[in-house]
Structure formats: structure tokens, C-alpha cells
């Protein structure tokens, strides 16, 4: 068993081993849908969401192959676990809020092949964590995965009125940003352990 | 006759479908797929290469099986049977690399599994082998993999000879160096990515201009 605090562990999972700037986790979506700050926090939500159902289905579905010996179904059964929770958020938002469902197209479904939420399912099962602080870690890694979605598409919107050379619009220039972010994030190192 | 041209022109295609996954439509520099084990992984070219060469199997394996079942496979489901395909041989590919080396697990580490939930193999299995023969996915598969490990490569590379002065653990330069220790952290991945991209863009350009 684990011996971290709760509180070591968001802060772990939040800010020093922030999921997209430390573990390259959910780049897709960090790419995808950080042009506009609204959409922004919305997917954030969903996407944390997500990663708390899938984390406490995960804790469950860990115990249980454990018990009757079949470690091998693992990866199958937790993306089996997400991809329905996934189909779950969206008929919820598409009923909640059709703009919503619109601005966010292809990418809420690509939820699903979201690295971050199972990697959060495949980190809490490798580490042993036990069920409450499973679910302490899937909050500090959706809120770490917001923290970041955020301030890149904050950034974004400034940016779109600056003026840099041709060549490096679009990708390129948001992969800088999120550098510069990364070594920023490095500034946290040390605050959890 | 007109046997031999139908031949010949099927030849081209499949060629041509196995060159523009490495480079007209190379995964990483161009279509921006597959960016987290890109990321994450290179920063030794020898764990870009092993990831490289681990989802091409994948993407190879899932390709050919999607494409055998494309007309069995109800439309509502289809995602789903995908995913659950690629997992298939995401575990089969973990458990190899196990066997092979213990070593190389580790370093990779939960990297392997995530191959799972790659965007680039779920879109081909989408985009391309739902709609076409064995063969053409066969080799759309080989080039889109190829073009996958090149551009990881591409990356690994770079990394490892700024961020350690060494090439598959191999020292280049005299004691004298002092390594870029930031390109082996993340932001230099973010660094390296953003270079290549910018190098492509403008070759790119280029071109169209001239």
C-alpha cells in the first residue's frame, strides 16, 4: 500500500507530473480544442469527468481480474469502461446543451482515445493506489489536464493578434508555447514529494 | 494485354499508397497524429525506434484484421470493434516486448499500453481500411508505420545527441561537452517538434511557391 498523503497526491498529479506538460498525456485534444477559452474549460470538465468515472470503474475492474486471475484483459476492459462513459457524457451534453455539443464536434468522441484518461486508470492500477486515493488522483489529473488546457488557449487568443513570421503559425508555434509552459511547470518539482 | 495494364496500375496505386505515409501525409509532421508516445518517448532514438517499430505492428495487425472484417462489422458498432481489435494486439505487443526485453519494458513503461488509444491507428482502421482491400491496407499500414517510427526517429535522434552527446548509447562528442539537459526533459520534446514542423512548413512553402 500507498503511503502519500492525499493531499501530496493532487498536488502530484496536478502540477508536478502534470499530465500534458510532464507525461505528454491528452496532446491531442491540448492541440485540438485550445483555440477558444470557453470550449476550452468545457472540455476540461467533460474530460475530468470522464477520468473519475473510468478511474473508480478501473479500481473495480483491477480487483476483480486480480481475483479470478486474468491480468491479461486489463487494457481491454478499461477501454471498453471509458469508451461507454464517453458515449454516456455525450448523449448527456447533447441533451444539456446542443451549442456545446457542436463547438466541441470530433473531439468529444475522441475522448475516448484520450491518453490521459487511461493512462490515469493504468498509473492509480500500477501504483497501487487504494479506492479513495484513486479517485483523489483522477481529480488532480482532470484538474491538472483544465490547469493546462486553459492557459494554453488563454495564450492562443492573445496570440492570434500578433504577428509571426508565415512558416510558423498554426502547430508549430503552439508547440512552442506549450515548451515554454512545460519548463514553467518544472518550477513545481519538488513541491509534492 | 489489358490484363497487364490493369496490373500495372494496380501496382502504382499500392506503391502510392505506401509512399504518402511517409512523407506527402507522414502522420506526425504532417497530419499531427499520434502526438503523445511522439512526445513522450523520444527522448533516446534507440525508445523512439522500439515505439516506432511497436505501434507500425499494431497498426499493421489491426489494419489487416478491420479490413477482413470491414463487411461483417454493423456501422453503429464499428468504433467499438475497432478499439477492442487494437487492444487485442496493443496486450499482444506488451507481453513480446516483456519477453524480448525486460529492460526496454521499463523504460518504455506504460507507453506501450497507451498505443491503445493512438489516434493514428484508429483513424487509418477508419478512414482507410474500413473502405479498402487487405492488400491496399497491408501497405497503407507499412507506410503510415514506417512514416510513424521515421518522424519518431526524426525526434529521438535529435534528442539524444543535444540532451546526452550520444547516439544509440554510443558517446560522440569529447568530455569536454556539456549536454542540453533541457531537451531531454518534456519541454524539449515540445522544442524539437516545434523545429521540425517549422523545417517542413517551410520546405513546404517553398515548394508551392517555385
Redesign the interface.
Known amino acids: 500500500m500507498n503511503t502519500e498523503s492525499l493531499g501530496t497526491i493532487f498536488l502530484n498529479a496536478c502540477l508536478v507530473n502534470n499530465f500534458v506538460l510532464a507525461y505528454f498525456l491528452g496532446i491531442c485534444p491540448f492541440l485540438g480544442v485550445s483555440g477558444k477559452m470557453e470550449t476550452a474549460t468545457k472540455m476540461g470538465g467533460a474530460v475530468m469527468f470522464v477520468m473519475l468515472i473510468s478511474s473508480m470503474c478501473a479500481y473495480g475492474i483491477h480487483a476483480f481480474l486480480i481475483s479470478i486471475g486474468a491480468p491479461f484483459l486489463q487494457l481491454i476492459s478499461y477501454i471498453v469502461v471509458i469508451a461507454s462513459t464517453v458515449q454516456l457524457v455525450e448523449m448527456f451534453i447533447k441533451k444539456i446543451s446542443p451549442v456545446l455539443f457542436r463547438s466541441l464536434g470530433i473531439f468529444l468522441p475522441l475522448i475516448t482515445t484520450n491518453c490521459a484518461i487511461l493512462g490515469v486508470a493504468l498509473f492509480q492500477t500500477n501504483k497501487d493506489y487504494g479506492f479513495l486515493e484513486s479517485i483523489i488522483y483522477a481529480l488532480g489529473a482532470g484538474a491538472g489536464f483544465t490547469l493546462a488546457l486553459v492557459l494554453i488557449a488563454g495564450l492562443r487568443e492573445q496570440l492570434d493578434f500578433a504577428d509571426v513570421p508565415k512558416v510558423s503559425k498554426g502547430t508549430a508555434l503552439t508547440l512552442f508555447i506549450a515548451g515554454i509552459l512545460s519548463l514553467c511547470f518544472m518550477g513545481f518539482a519538488g513541491l509534492g514529494a | 494485354m489489358s490484363n497487364d495494364n490493369a496490373s500495372s496500375k494496380q501496382k502504382v496505386t499500392t506503391t502510392d499508397e505506401f509512399i504518402k505515409g511517409l512523407w506527402r501525409d507522414n502522420p506526425v509532421f504532417v497530419q499531427?497524429?499520434g502526438?503523445?508516445?511522439v512526445?513522450?518517448v523520444s527522448n533516446t532514438a534507440e525508445n523512439a525506434l522500439a515505439m516506432g517499430l511497436a505501434t507500425a505492428f499494431v497498426l499493421l495487425m489491426s489494419n489487416i484484421l478491420v479490413s477482413l472484417l470491414r463487411n461483417f462489422v454493423p456501422k453503429q458498432v464499428r468504433?467499438?470493434s475497432y478499439?477492442?481489435i487494437i487492444?487485442?494486439f496493443?496486450?499482444v505487443t506488451?507481453?513480446a516486448i516483456q519477453a524480448i526485453s525486460v529492460e526496454l519494458h521499463k523504460s518504455l513503461g506504460?507507453f506501450i499500453?497507451?498505443i491503445?488509444?493512438?489516434?493514428l491507428i484508429?483513424s487509418r482502421a477508419e478512414a482507410f481500411a474500413s473502405k479498402n482491400t487487405v492488400w491496399k491496407s497491408i501497405f497503407d499500414a507499412l507506410g503510415m508505420g514506417l512514416g510513424f517510427t521515421f518522424a519518431l526517429f526524426c525526434l529521438g535522434a535529435v534528442r539524444e545527441i543535444l540532451g546526452n552527446g550520444s547516439i544509440f548509447n554510443i558517446a560522440l562528442f569529447p568530455d569536454g561537452f556539456q549536454s542540453w539537459i533541457?531537451m531531454i526533459?518534456?519541454?524539449?520534446?515540445?522544442?524539437t517538434?516545434?523545429?521540425w514542423?517549422?523545417i517542413i512548413?517551410?520546405i513546404e512553402?517553398r515548394k508551392t511557391k517555385s
Open positions: 499531427v497524429l502526438m503523445c508516445p512526445l513522450a468504433i467499438a478499439i477492442l487492444a487485442t496493443v496486450t506488451d507481453y506504460a499500453s497507451l491503445v488509444v493512438n489516434c484508429l533541457v526533459l518534456p519541454a524539449g520534446g515540445f522544442f517538434l516545434a523545429i514542423l517549422l512548413n517551410g512553402t
